[in-house]
């Protein structure tokens, strides 16, 4: 990962930010400055690391009670966390990436 940052010149004094990853876009910001200054943005992504990892472990929960069980149910209820991560991910493409001021 790469923590640097980036320092971008600007000479319009309302400028609008928009950060790509090749496929999701986030919504412009706009940043109004009379004087020189510096703004520090950080990268976010909509899916923190404590819901991914409670993703996996619901999924493997399920996958393993519908296992030891026998339970096909459960067992097709362990994916509902890819498919919503998934959902988020391809279908929410404007609020995946968040510009979010460090």
């Keep these: 990962m790469n923590d640097k940052p980036v ?3 600007l000479t319009d004094d309302h400028p609008n930010i928009v950060v790509t990853d090749g496929f999701h876009i986030t919504k412009p910001i706009g940043l109004s400055f009379k004087e020189p200054s510096y703004y520090h943005f950080k990268v976010a ?3 923190t690391d404590e819901q ?3 993703g996996f472990f619901v999924l ?6 519908g296992f030891f069980t026998g339970i096909f149910i459960l ?3 362990s994916f509902t966390p890819i498919l919503l991560f998934l959902f988020w991910y ?3 493409r404007k609020n995946f990436l ?3 001021r460090a």
């Design 90 to 92: 391809y279908l929410k």
């Design 98 to 100: 968040r510009l979010v």
């Design 75 to 77: 067992k097709l209820l």
């Design 60 to 65: 493997a929960v399920l996958y393993l009670l």
């Design 7 to 9: 320092v971008i010149a």
């Design 52 to 54: 991914l990892l409670g």
């Design 45 to 47: 992504c909509a899916i």
